[in-house]
């Protein structure tokens, strides 16, 4: 065997499981063989559930390869067949789970080295803006805006609205704010995105500037994700050198540069208010609205404030046009979602899919059902604030309205599986006492509210007045809906109620037991 | 009790830290990133220079410090294990899993063994859904973690 080309992911999750092992692994194979191999260290594909992996480059393509049983087993019978390895996944573009995906976000995730910004380039990278760059303003924001894209952090705002509003905004000072503080629970799409595509993020960055008249961009990202800041940092320099960033980009005479700022682990910072404040440096409290961001955010200066995702979409609605992310979809839920299959489930991984795909086709066909095998229970879409949703009512659309008609909400497109152990009533306890721990402590909907949603549900499970105490619940779900300033305090119900509604059996039977576990 | 130690030229090093951060805007949370970056942690005594550089009052400082749960007024353990404690996490058995270390160290989450070595805390998602339960050890990610590998991951360190 001559020199060969291997694809290992650096994404921190692959790590977390071996990745950097299986590189030792090959590396000492080949070094026994004297063969020294070319290991490129790319991002995530987002198949979790094979890693560790790697893939072989041939003349066909790049095939993977996923070791059982021991790592130096695996590699040392590629060394010696190859392709007929017992191990080989096959060709990794006709993996079904792969092949399935529509991949726009995400095309160039796990397969370029995150690092060089000629391989970023050599694969379409930096095509949007140097669209963009000859593009009047104007013409940038109606681009954005008949694409359809809404931003992807979870409230689904039209992007092309908010970016008019900033770009109409009077002042010199304008900002772009990333919001990577991606703190939901069975969320990592951000993370993916940031350590194995760091470019398209910039570029996405410096294409908002442009639109809207901001000089300066912050992405704040959070301190549990490390490896994404240091890839960003490194990604952020790189291209300052490159000439795309800074005080004269690709010589256009426009101005564009970018600000890392990391987190210090509130989850309510997520929140587009407590995160300007966050980056002012101030206790991450939420700001009650009106005003709105993008008249007076950041610094009190007009300011973009989109998700990572978001962002992200803009280079290809530009490079390709907005017709072309448009035609993916279903109704007002335009382009492609990157569904995020967690918790217990068999084949947890990204999935990016448009629009309108169902709960059921994520779980069942890509996610393979429970990683237990026993039957699902409930899925929690949309992070801790989200609904959980049960077994029956998988065959609705993945959509914005489709799951807010029915009660529920997209968020950010974590998907998290539960199987027939799981508890309803300590999971709607645990959303009151996750906002009681993250509340900012602004609002006394939220700060309170939680603390006593807490010790209303350990009454109910305590078997103490179940009734009252649960009529009492619902009419606190009702005050933190109606009066808190933000999400936090206003979804926490959302996970308590579905709870309560689609599982009243688990409430039924503690309150029954008179369980006193928290009593 | 634990009594912490005032650092060596701690307002050397303070002044050092607050020159370097002169250009950043809103700089109070970074300021105190970079403190405990130093230190492993922030000493009380950093909040009067800190506040007085950057025109703010002794309340506005400690009301960031304490605000945040990343940062510490103590030094941490030698070692510190973080056991995420969200949804996918739980769906994975991570409760059980904090309650295996938490008798295996006799503490609780956000408590110190006794010996001082280590620290188990409690986290909120460390993007590592898909392979749940996760852990830190030392800072270190793991998926599909279990006792057996948290107590390796620490033997390893010793």
Redesign the interface.
């Known amino acids: 065997m001559k020199s060969e080309t291997f694809f290992v992911s650096s994404d921190?999750?692959s790590?977390?499981?071996g990745a950097d092992d299986l590189v030792r692994a090959i590396t000492a194979e080949a070094a026994r063989r004297g063969i020294e191999p070319r290991i490129v260290r790319t991002g995530s594909r987002g198949l979790?559930?094979l890693?560790p992996m790697f893939e072989l480059e041939t003349q066909e393509g790049r095939f993977g390869f996923q070791p059982e049983g021991t790592m130096a087993e695996c590699v040392t019978e590629m060394f010696d067949i190859g392709v007929e390895a017992r191990t080989c996944l096959g060709l990794m573009d006709d993996l079904p789970w792969l092949h399935k995906q529509e991949r726009l976000t995400f095309e160039r995730c796990g397969i370029v080295d995150p690092r060089s910004i000629n391989d970023y380039r050599f694969h379409g990278g930096f095509l949007g803006l140097e669209r963009a760059l000859g593009m009047a303003p104007e013409d940038i924001v109606a681009a954005v805006t008949e694409s359809g894209l809404r931003g992807r952090g979870g409230a689904g705002f039209p992007a092309g609205v908010k970016w008019s509003t900033v770009r109409g905004a009077p002042g010199d000072v304008k900002y772009v704010c990333c919001n990577a503080d991606?703190?939901?629970?069975?969320?990592?799409a951000d993370?993916m995105l940031m350590e194995g595509d760091p470019f398209l993020l910039i570029e996405g960055m410096i294409i908002a500037g442009l639109a809207v008249g901001a000089g300066k961009g912050f992405i704040y990202i959070r301190?549990?994700?490390?490896a994404a800041i240091q890839m960003m940092r490194q990604a952020i320099e790189t291209a300052r050198i490159a000439g795309w960033l800074g005080g004269d980009i690709r010589e256009s005479g426009k101005a564009f540069d970018i600000e890392i700022?990391?987190?210090?682990?509130?989850?309510v910072c997520g929140e587009e208010t407590a995160m300007l404040e966050?980056?002012?440096?101030?206790?991450?409290?939420v700001r009650a609205k009106p005003p709105l961001p993008a008249l007076e955010g950041l610094?009190g200066r007009p300011t973009v404030v989109n998700n990572v995702l978001t962002l992200a979409a803009v280079p290809m609605i530009v490079a390709r046009g907005a017709a072309f992310y448009r035609n993916y979809g279903m109704g007002h839920s335009r382009g492609t979602q990157p569904f995020?299959?967690?918790?217990?489930?068999r084949n947890?991984?990204?999935v990016e899919k448009a629009f309108g795909t169902t709960l059921r086709t994520l779980i069942e066909d890509f996610g393979g059902g429970t990683?237990t095998g026993r039957p699902l229970k409930a899925v929690?879409v949309g992070g801790?604030l989200g609904g959980y949703i049960p077994e029956h009512l998988l065959d609705l659309p993945a959509d914005y309205e489709a799951l807010a008609e029915a009660g529920f909400m997209l968020g950010h497109g974590?998907l998290?599986?539960?199987?027939d152990r799981?508890d309803m009533l300590e999971?709607a306890r645990?959303a009151m006492e996750?906002c009681a721990?993250?509340s900012?402590g602004k609002c006394t909907p939220c700060r309170l509210g939680a603390q006593r949603g807490v010790e209303v549900i350990d009454r109910v499970a305590a078997g103490v007045e179940p009734a009252k105490n649960l009529a009492l619940l619902d009419d606190l779900c009702t005050l933190m809906k109606d009066g808190s300033l933000c999400a936090l305090g206003g979804l926490t119900p959302m996970p308590v109620r579905t709870a309560l509604y689609h599982f009243p059996g688990d409430f039924e039977r503690a309150a029954a037991q008179g369980d006193i576990r928290w009593a | 009790m634990t009594i912490v130690k005032t650092p060596v030229d701690l307002a050397g090093r303070i002044g050092r830290i607050l020159s370097e951060h002169e250009a950043v805007e809103g700089a109070c949370l970074v300021v105190l990133q970079a403190i405990q970056r130093e230190f492993g942690y922030v000493p009380a005594g950093a909040l009067e220079p800190v506040a007085r550089a950057l025109n703010l009052s002794h309340a506005d400082v400690y009301g960031v410090l304490t605000f945040y749960h990343d940062l510490r007024r103590a030094p941490p353990a030698r070692h510190v294990v973080r056991v995420c404690q969200s949804e996918a996490c739980q769906a994975m058995g991570s409760r059980s899993l904090t309650e295996q270390l938490s008798r295996r160290f006799d503490i609780g989450l956000g408590e110190t063994t006794a010996d001082g070595a280590t620290t188990l805390e409690a986290v909120y998602c460390l993007g590592n859904c898909a392979l749940s339960p996760a852990v830190t050890v030392d800072g270190a990610l793991y998926g599909r973690a279990t006792e057996f590998l948290v107590l390796e991951r620490l033997g390893a360190a010793e």
């Open positions: 921190s999750a790590v977390s499981v979790y559930f890693e991606e703190g939901d629970s069975g969320t990592f993370r301190s549990e994700y490390p700022r990391e987190g210090a682990g509130a989850y966050s980056l002012e440096g101030k206790r991450g409290m610094f995020q299959l967690a918790g217990c489930i947890g991984g990204l990683a929690q801790p974590g998290v599986v539960f199987d799981a999971q645990f996750f721990i993250e900012c």
